[in-house]
């Protein structure tokens, strides 16, 4: 036996289940492991490099992948290429000789496939494969309809998101520029009122300075028979205009700048971002089917009016009709199976533990116990 598939001695001729094409025509006998889609040529471990050095493009399936060989038989291992002859039950798998040694001998349960078939090709099981097939091969078409449409749709989210992304960014530059420019604004605010203050200040230094050398020389050149008391009186002056001088030197601060102090929040809160926002997968749900059902019964005085309802751990549903102050009771079936008057309008409902649901009744708070057959009234709570 030869690996990888049936061998049978036929005189002194090896039979292979496939043999290789290149081989027998040069009048050998080879067991074929591979088979080129393109050139529907059978190769052996050995011309399959060769095959392999012409024609780089082809695609060539090995053993694992035998159900895309040409020629290939249901009736025959997908992995071995041997005839299948029986079926393990113990893994509900189809097996031939070298699936049984290599995986199954342990097994407890191992069927004869002709035993397991005689008589098979009557059963409705079998009759009725066809019409499953196809209507799976219709719900086939439709997913690929379905995803052909959700890949054109994809496409266009994506396209959309760029979109949104790029007008995100742009509207981030937007806020950026306009920060800066204030930011600016607010520099040249400060610039024309620094240089202001400074023309001023220079001014006013050149008008001091000129005012006490005027009137120095003036105190210099006083002369007569006043001089004594004019010369008192210009020293005043002077004293006075010095003391006004020595104000403003003192008033007049030495400025080293401007400086900038960057909001220390921006950068951090920008390099902690991940992005610039979620993106999610939207999951489309479709309604298979819908139908409708109505819970009114015979005592009912008006229209049911729906404002409260949750399922029981055992399927039941349990309704609050507000209109006729009453909660009932559904069945699997969705029939009114039970229901409970009220003595106020019904506000909310929902479901506690087991068959436990609380109602809240005008003022109060009813607590109930549900079943298929009664209700329970348990504690009621006021405000």
Not at 54 to 64: A, I, Q
Not at 195 to 217: G, P, Y
Not at 307 to 312: D, R, S
Request: with cysteine; glycine share 4%.
């Amino acid at each position: 036996m030869a690996a990888g598939g049936l061998s049978l001695y036929k005189g002194s001729d090896l039979i292979h289940d496939y043999s290789c094409s290149t081989c027998e025509e040069n009048d050998l006998n080879a067991e074929a492991q591979h088979f080129c889609t393109q050139c529907e040529h059978y190769l052996c471990d050995k011309c399959v490099g060769i095959h392999g050095d012409y024609f780089k493009k082809h695609v060539v399936y090995g053993r694992k992948d035998i159900q895309k060989w040409a020629g290939f038989s249901m009736d025959r291992c997908a992995q071995h290429g041997n005839k299948l002859d029986v079926h393990c039950d113990d893994h509900q798998e189809l097996c031939c000789s070298i699936c049984v040694a290599l995986n199954h001998r342990i097994c407890s349960s191992i069927s004869h496939l002709p035993d397991l078939a005689r008589g098979f090709l009557e059963t409705a099981e079998f009759k009725q494969l066809p019409a499953v097939v196809d209507k799976m091969r219709s719900r086939l078409d439709e997913l690929k309809n379905v995803r052909t449409k959700d890949q054109d749709y994809f496409i266009d989210s994506y396209k959309n998101i760029i979109a949104e992304v790029k007008a995100l960014r742009k509207n981030i530059n937007t806020i950026l520029d306009q920060l800066e420019r204030k930011t600016v604004e607010q520099l040249d605010r400060m610039m024309k009122d620094l240089e202001k203050s400074i023309k001023d200040d220079l001014e006013t230094c050149a008008q001091m300075d000129h005012q006490l050398k005027t009137m120095l020389e003036k105190l210099q050149q006083i002369t007569g028979k006043n001089k004594e008391t004019s010369s008192y009186i210009g020293y005043i002056k002077c004293q006075s205009k010095l003391s006004e001088a020595t104000c403003f030197v003192q008033e007049i601060r030495q400025n080293d700048g401007m400086k900038f102090k960057s909001d220390e929040s921006v950068v951090p809160f920008l390099r902690n971002l991940k992005n610039l926002g979620d993106i999610k997968q939207v999951q489309v749900y479709k309604t298979q089917s819908s139908a409708q059902y109505s819970i009114k019964i015979k005592e009912d005085n008006d229209v049911c009016d729906i404002v409260g309802i949750c399922e029981l751990p055992g399927g039941e549903v349990v309704i609050a009709d507000l209109a006729n102050y009453r909660v009932k009771l559904l069945n699997k079936t969705y029939r009114v199976t039970y229901h409970y008057n009220l003595p106020d309008v019904i506000l909310h409902l929902c479901h506690i533990t087991d068959n436990d649901v609380a109602v809240a009744v005008g003022t109060e708070v009813h607590f109930l116990t549900l079943t298929r057959a009664k209700e329970t009234v348990g504690n009621r709570f006021k405000n």
